[in-house]
């Protein structure tokens, strides 16, 4: 089992910028494809960015949404058991609760679907 917990949601103004934190227990991550989730509400969860295991020392393929390629990145620290996602740019469109997910297969995937274990999400709320 693989228990997730985001942090690092908040309040903040359009143009500004968070970092969110999804550590887990349990197990390592190394062997996790992760992915950034968010559900505004009313509307279904969908797919912010996706990073793969470890494919060497540095190396890590990475998928983004559209909506916010550009001003979104994802990183992993396996020795910290914790993927991030540094968010900037914002806009209000972004709020929404925020999920990091886990998929054993190691899949870099936009599909809600492929992940296996999933944390309780933090508020992101942006305001114009």
């Known amino acids: 089992q693989v228990q997730l917990v985001e942090s690092g949601g908040g309040l903040v103004q359009a143009g500004g910028s968070l970092r969110l934190s999804c550590a887990a227990s349990?197990?390592?991550?190394?062997?996790?494809?992760m992915g950034w989730f968010r559900q505004a509400p009313g509307k279904e969860r969908e797919f912010v960015a996706a990073?793969?295991?470890?494919?060497?020392?540095?190396?890590?393929?990475?998928y983004y949404a559209d909506s916010v390629k550009g001003r979104f990145t994802i990183s992993r620290d396996n020795a910290k058991n914790t993927v991030y996602l540094q968010m900037n740019s914002l806009k209000p469109e972004d709020t929404a609760v925020y999920y990091c997910?886990?998929?054993?297969?190691?899949?870099?995937?936009?599909?809600?679907?492929?992940?296996?274990?999933w944390g309780q999400g933090t508020q992101v709320t942006v305001s114009s």
């Open positions: 349990g197990r390592t991550l190394r062997s996790y494809g």
């Open positions: 997910a886990a998929d054993s297969y190691s899949r870099v995937s936009f599909v809600t679907g492929d992940y296996d274990y």
């Open positions: 990073i793969s295991r470890s494919g060497g020392p540095t190396y890590y393929a990475t």
